[in-house]
């Protein structure tokens, strides 16, 4: 088993350093001057690291131009797709002479972009927002002149961050449930945790769990929702 590894790694030897030589011939440099170059651009970086890793960082810099052409995921080439590697220049990392410690992988802007949109669509299924209102914006809320204010309303309440609350009051059918879920939906996308909750429903699920003995979550997860909308509050009976 060691003669085999041995062989394996005296092989690896053997292309890295064919692949320095051309990369050296190639720029018509020598190697101490080469490294001087790496060393001008990543100052913080031990001379010894670089000396061990060059043909590495030249690697990593030859992704980085390639990453920035790139026209989305699905166009990476890279053997962990949405990730780049990155050279550490900091100050804290370099009293350690490490390729472990000085070179990471990072999530490119696509990737960011599609944890992001996950995060997101996690936030809307689990807001509790009707199915039939899932999808639903400001830009699907017909406005008319009795709702005109309702609607600007609903749009303060979404970019405050202040803490603040609204109460929206009408006859039945005049939209105030879908306007709720509007508002719960446009929280959700900007990426923060919201809760939507029927009160009839709330008071039904608390009832329910009576039987269950879980009334404590049932009340905590609206009680710790840090954003909550409720809708036809007042509609529950009285003795609720």
């Known amino acids: 088993m060691n003669a085999k590894w041995e ?23 020598d190697e101490p001057t080469l490294i001087k170059s790496i060393l001008g651009k990543y100052t913080n ?5 670089i000396k061990e890793h060059w043909l590495e960082i030249l690697d990593i810099e030859a992704e980085q131009e390639k990453c920035k052409t790139c026209q989305g995921l699905e166009y990476c080439t890279h053997s962990q797709k949405g990730y780049f590697r ?14 472990y410690y000085q ?34 914006s400001f830009d699907e809320y017909k406005e008319t002149d009795e ?31 879908m306007l709720s879920c509007v508002i719960t939906n446009e929280i959700a996308r900007r990426g923060k ?21 879980n009334t404590d979550d049932v009340i905590n997860s609206v009680k710790n929702a840090p954003i909550l909308v409720l809708d036809d509050l007042g509609a529950e009976r009285a003795t609720e």
């Open 45 to 49: 970086l031990h001379e010894d690291e």
């Open 103 to 136: 070179f990471h992988d990072y999530p490119c802007r696509y990737e960011r972009q599609r944890r992001e949109q996950a995060h997101i669509q996690r936030l809307l299924e689990s807001s509790g927002v009707p199915r039939i209102y899932k999808e639903i």
């Open 147 to 177: 709702n005109r204010k309702a609607i600007e309303a609903a749009r303060w309440i979404v970019n405050d961050d202040k803490d603040s609350s609204v109460y929206f009051y009408g006859s039945k059918g005049t939209g105030k449930t």
């Open 193 to 213: 945790v919201v809760v939507f909750s029927s009160v009839p429903d709330l008071m039904a699920d608390i009832r329910a769990s009576f039987k269950s003995d």
């Open 86 to 99: 990155y050279i550490n220049n900091d100050d804290e990392m370099t009293r350690y002479v490490s390729h």
């Open 7 to 29: 062989e394996r790694m005296a092989k690896i030897k053997a292309e890295e350093q064919k692949k320095k030589e051309q990369i050296l011939s190639e720029r018509n440099v």
